[in-house]
C-alpha cells in the first residue's frame, strides 16, 4: 500500500511547490524543465533499464513531438490539444519505422545507429525550408484547453507535473503486467523469453516505441514551453544529458530517473551561473563537469544514486501479487493427446559446429506420459539435443517432429505454442525479478492481455489468474515460501527448481529438463523425483539429461545413451546398467 501510495504523497508534495510563499518564480520554471526531463529519463528507464537497450537518440524523439506541434499549430492554426495526439502517432510510427531497422543491429552498433539517427534528425530540420532551417520556428501559441489558459508558469508547471504523474503510473502499470514481463525478460537472456512463447524482437520495438513517446510528448510540452523551436536542443548532446539523467539518477528504477532528471536539469543550471565567474569567459564548462561526474557514478554508483538513496531510508517493497484464491486457473486450450502417442519422434538429427559434429544422425522418441534420461558424458551433444529439439539452435540435418508436427525451422516460441517447456543446463531466470515473477513468464503464452491493457490495469483477472497458477507451480517444487523473494538471491539448486516451476507454468506435454538434480541435496533430489512421477501421472512426458544415476535409474522409464554426439545405447535403465558398451563410454570418460 505504502509503494503506491508514496510517488503520489511526493507528487502532492511537488505540486505544492510553487505554491508556497516566497519560492521564486525561476524555480518553479525550473520545476518544468525537470518535469519534462523526466518524462524523457522514465522512457529511457524502460528501454536501457529494463529492456536493456542504449539509446543516444531519445532528443530526436522529443524533436519529432516539438517540431509535429510546432507546424501544425503556426502552420495550419491548429489548437495545441488537437495536436498532441498527432504528435504521439507520429512518434510513434516513426519510432516503429526506426525500431524495425535499427534494433537488429547487435552490439556496439546499436547505440552508434541512434547517434546516427540524431545527426541526421539534427541536420534535416536544420536544412529544410519546411522545419524553417537552424533559425527554427516560432510563434508557438501556449497550450489552452476549453479557453483555460497554461501560459502562466505556475500552471504549466501543474500540467507537467500531472503529465509526468500519469506517465509514472503507466509504466508502473506496464512493467507489472504480462507485456512489461516480457520486456523485462529481455534480461535474462534472449533464449529463455523465446523459450517460453516470448516475440524479443517485438518486445524490444514495444520499449523503443515506448520510450520514443514518451519523448514526444515532453517535446510536445516544450514546444509549447518555449514557445519556440530550433534543432539545437534536439541534438545529440541533449540526447547524452538524457541518458546522462538516466544513468545517474539509477536506470533500472523509475524513482532514479526522476531523480536523475531533477539532478542533472539543476546541477547543469547552477554550474552555468557558477563556472564563468570562476573561470572567468563564457563556454560550455558544464559538459566537462558532467562528463567527469558521469565517469564518477559509473565508478562508484554504477547503478546510479537512486539504490544509495533508498538504502539510506532503508526500505525495501516486495510487490503484492495477487493470492491464490484470487481467480481460477488459467487452463492451456490444447487439443487432447489421447489418441496421440507420440509427443516427440526425432530422427538422423545433426548438429555440426565448424568440423566438430556435436549431435550425429541421433534418433529416438518420446510416448505421452514417459520419462526418458538422455545420458552420456560430458559433451556428448545432450544439451546441443535440447536446443535442437526446441528450436534454440537451428539443426544441420534430420527431422524433429513435435505432437505430429514436423518443426523443422521453427522459432523457439512457435514450438512453445505446442507445449513444449524447458529448463537450462545454465539457469536462465531473471535476475532482478521476484522467483513468482519468473515464474509467471512460463505463462507467457496462456495469457492475452496486451500493453493497452496491462497499463491500463485493464488486465488484473487475467494476471490472478497466472499469478495463483505461478503459485502453485511454486508451492509444488517447494519454493512457495521464497515467491516474492528476488530470483538472484537463491542457491543455484533452487534457482533450478524455479526454472522447473516457470517451464510447469507453460502447462507443458512434453517437459525437457537439463539437468534437474543439480546441486540439490539428497532429500531434494527425492522430492523432484516425486514431483517428476506425478506430473507423469497427468501425462505430461518428460525428456531428461542427469548424471546422477540413481536419480535417473530410479526415475526414468527408458534411457537414451550418448556419447561422441551419436546413439550409443536405447533401453530400459536394466538393460542400460548392464550394457558393456555404456559402461565402457563411462569408465573410460573417467579414466
Ligand atoms: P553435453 O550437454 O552432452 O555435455 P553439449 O551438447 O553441451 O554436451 O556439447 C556437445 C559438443 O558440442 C561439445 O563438444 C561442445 O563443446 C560443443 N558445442 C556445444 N555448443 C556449441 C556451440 N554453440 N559452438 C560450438 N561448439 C559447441
Ligand atoms: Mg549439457
Redesign the pocket.
Known amino acids: 500500500m505504502t509503494a503506491r501510495l508514496a510517488p503520489l504523497a511526493l507528487a502532492a508534495l511537488a505540486a505544492a511547490l510553487p505554491l508556497l510563499p516566497g519560492v521564486p518564480a525561476f524555480w518553479v520554471t525550473l520545476g518544468s524543465y525537470v518535469g519534462i526531463a523526466a518524462i524523457v529519463a522514465l522512457g529511457i528507464v524502460v528501454l536501457t533499464g529494463v529492456a536493456a537497450v542504449v539509446s543516444f537518440g531519445q532528443a530526436m524523439f522529443v524533436g519529432f513531438g516539438a517540431y509535429t506541434t510546432a507546424i501544425l499549430t503556426t502552420r495550419y492554426g491548429w489548437p495545441a490539444f488537437a495536436t498532441l495526439p498527432v504528435a504521439i502517432a507520429i512518434t510513434g510510427l516513426l519510432a516503429w519505422g526506426i525500431g524495425a531497422i535499427t534494433l537488429r543491429l547487435k552490439g556496439h552498433y546499436l547505440p552508434v545507429a541512434t547517434i546516427a539517427w540524431n545527426i541526421s534528425f539534427f541536420y534535416l530540420t536544420g536544412s529544410l525550408d519546411f522545419f524553417r532551417r537552424f533559425d527554427g520556428i516560432s510563434g508557438i501559441p501556449p497550450i489552452d484547453l476549453l479557453g483555460f489558459s497554461f501560459s502562466d508558469p505556475v500552471r504549466f508547471y501543474l500540467l507537467t507535473l500531472a503529465a509526468l504523474v500519469i506517465f509514472v503510473a503507466i509504466t508502473r502499470n506496464l512493467l507489472d503486467s504480462r507485456v512489461g514481463r516480457s520486456v523485462r525478460a529481455l534480461k535474462g537472456g534472449v533464449i529463455a523469453a523465446e523459450s517460453f512463447g516470448v516475440d524479443t524482437g517485438r518486445a524490444r520495438i514495444l520499449a523503443f516505441v515506448y520510450a520514443a513517446i514518451l519523448a514526444g510528448v515532453a517535446g510536445w510540452l516544450y514546444a509549447h514551453f518555449q514557445r519556440a523551436i530550433n534543432p539545437s536542443p534536439f541534438n545529440i548532446t541533449a540526447s547524452i544529458d538524457y541518458l546522462l539523467m538516466a544513468v545517474a539518477g539509477g536506470v533500472g528504477q523509475i524513482g532514479g530517473a526522476l531523480l536523475g532528471a531533477a539532478l542533472v536539469t539543476i546541477v547543469r543550471d547552477k554550474l552555468q551561473d557558477v563556472l564563468p565567474l570562476l573561470v572567468g569567459t563564457q563556454g560550455n564548462y558544464e559538459s566537462i563537469v558532467f562528463g567527469f561526474v558521469l565517469i564518477l557514478i559509473l565508478q562508484f554508483a554504477p547503478e546510479g544514486l537512486w539504490p544509495h538513496l533508498r538504502a539510506l531510508t532503508g526500505r525495501r517493497v516486495a510487490r503484492a501479487h495477487p493470492a491464490q484464491s484470487a481467480a481460477e486457473p488459467i487452463r492451456a486450450e490444447r487439443t487432447d493427446l489421447a489418441a496421440r502417442r507420440e509427443v516427440l519422434r526425432v530422427e538422423a538429427l545433426r548438429k555440426t559446429?565448424g568440423g566438430?559434429v556435436?549431435v550425429n544422425d541421433l534418433g529416438f522418441s518420446v510416448a505421452q506420459g514417459e520419462i526418458v534420461g538422455l545420458i552420456?558424458p560430458?559433451?556428448?551433444?545432450?544439451?546441443?539435443s535440447f536446443n535442437l529439439i526446441t528450436g534454440v539452435l537451428p539443426a544441420s540435418g534430420g527431422r524433429i517432429t513435435v505432437m505430429g508436427q514436423e518443426v523443422g525451422g521453427w522459432p523457439a516460441r512457435r514450438i512453445a505454442t505446442l507445449g513444449v517447456a524447458r529448463t537450462f543446463?545454465h539457469v536462465k531466470l531473471v535476475h532482478g525479478m521476484s522467483v513468482i515473477e519468473n515464474v509467471a513468464l512460463g505463462s507467457h503464452l496462456l495469457g492475452r492481455a496486451g500493453a493497452i491493457a496491462g497499463s491500463l490495469r485493464l488486465d488484473r483477472a487475467e494476471e490472478a489468474g497466472i499469478f495463483a497458477k505461478a503459485r502453485r507451480q511454486l508451492e509444488r517444487v517447494g519454493l512457495a515460501e521464497q515467491a516474492e523473494t528476488v530470483a538472484s538471491e537463491l542457491a543455484l539448486g533452487q534457482q533450478r527448481l524455479v526454472e522447473i516451476a516457470r517451464a510447469l507454468c507453460l502447462d507443458p506435454l512434453l517437459l525437457l529438463l537439463d539437468e534437474p538434480a543439480a546441486g540439490l541435496r539428497h532429500a531434494e533430489k527425492e522430492a523432484l523425483a516425486d514431483l517428476l512421477r506425478r506430473v507423469r501421472a497427468d501425462g505430461v512426458s518428460v525428456l531428461l539429461v542427469e548424471h546422477d544415476m540413481d536419480f535417473v535409474m530410479g526415475l526414468t522409464d527408458r534411457l537414451v545413451v550418448m556419447n561422441f554426439g551419436a546413439e550409443l545405447a536405447q533401453g530400459r535403465p536394466a538393460e542400460i546398467q548392464a550394457n558393456p558398451l555404456v559402461v565402457e563410454a563411462y569408465l573410460g570418460s573417467a579414466a
Open positions: 559446429f566438430l556435436a552420456g560430458n559433451g556428448a551433444g545432450k544439451s546441443t543446463q
